[in-house]
T-cell receptor, first 112, second 114 residues
Framework: KQEVTQIPAALSVPEGENLVLNCSFT??????LQWFRQDPGKGLTSLLL?????REQTSGRLNASLDKSSGRSTLYIAASQPGDSATYLC???????????FGKGTKLTVNP | NAGVMQNPRHLVRRRGQEARLRCSPM?????VYWYRQLPEEGLKFMVY??????IDESGMPKERFSAEFPKEGPSILRIQQVVRGDSAAYFC???WGTGAYEQYFGPGTRLTVT
């Protein structure tokens, strides 16, 4: 059974800092891995999708890496802004079943 | 291109009533997934459907819950005889195909059982 752990559970940083969010998963047989952000009381916004054959993916100030063999992914956010404040969720897609398995997320607060 | 649409956004039901949650996938998407987010918990997979077929319902409670995705119209998640423990946010996602495709999420339906 796939289990996903995200560390840290919460993070508070001053505006402008570069930061790294960590995600680990127990079963390396995945199709892909998605990173999402969730604002309070809202739905999920997809940030990045990394295929199982890829090592990293970039979008603007975001960069996600994937090390499938060790069951790890990281999300790097450059030059953080108050608008980045949200909960960030990591979700590998299980091989053979399509479903996403979610961690509990990292709640990020970027202070002006 | 409209995103994934869910309605209603908020639903209040008394214990014992039925709840019907609707999800319209993104245009061109024929794969729908339902997830549930209980208070203070992470999102959990419930069911995966393609048009007229349930592909994986391993996350669905065995009783009172059912889902469908008819040939025409939205996907429906139905909860019969709701109980307080069903209070949660229910999210629908859709994708273009299987395997390597991105899932896009709707805004969710927040169900409150009184």
């Amino acid at each position: 059974k796939q289990e996903v752990t995200q560390i840290p559970a919460a993070l508070s940083v001053p505006e402008g800092e570069n930061l790294v969010l960590n995600c680990s998963f127990t079963d390396s047989a995945i199709y892909n891995l998605q990173w999402f952000r969730q604002d309070p009381g809202k739905g999920l916004t997809s940030l990045l999708l990394i295929q199982s054959s890829q090592r990293e993916q970039t979008s603007g100030r975001l960069n996600a890496s994937l090390d499938k063999s060790s069951g790890r992914s990281t999300l790097y956010i450059a030059a953080s802004q108050p608008g980045d404040s949200a909960t960030y969720l990591c979700a590998p897609a299980e091989g053979g079943s399509e479903k996403l398995v979610f961690g509990k997320g990292t709640k990020l607060t970027v202070n002006p | 291109n409209a995103g994934v649409m869910q309605n209603p956004r908020h639903l209040v039901r008394r214990r014992g009533q039925e709840a019907r949650l609707r999800c319209s996938p993104m245009k061109g998407h024929s794969h729908v997934y339902w997830y549930r987010q209980l208070p203070e918990e992470g999102l959990k997979f419930m069911v995966y459907l393609q048009k007229e077929n349930i592909i994986d319902e391993s996350g669905m409670p065995k009783e009172r819950f059912s889902a469908e995705f008819p040939k025409e119209g939205p996907s429906i998640l139905r909860i019969q005889q709701v109980v307080r423990g069903d209070s949660a946010a229910y999210f629908c996602a859709s994708s273009w195909g299987t395997g390597a495709y991105e899932q896009y999420f709707g805004p969710g339906t927040r169900l409150t059982v009184t």
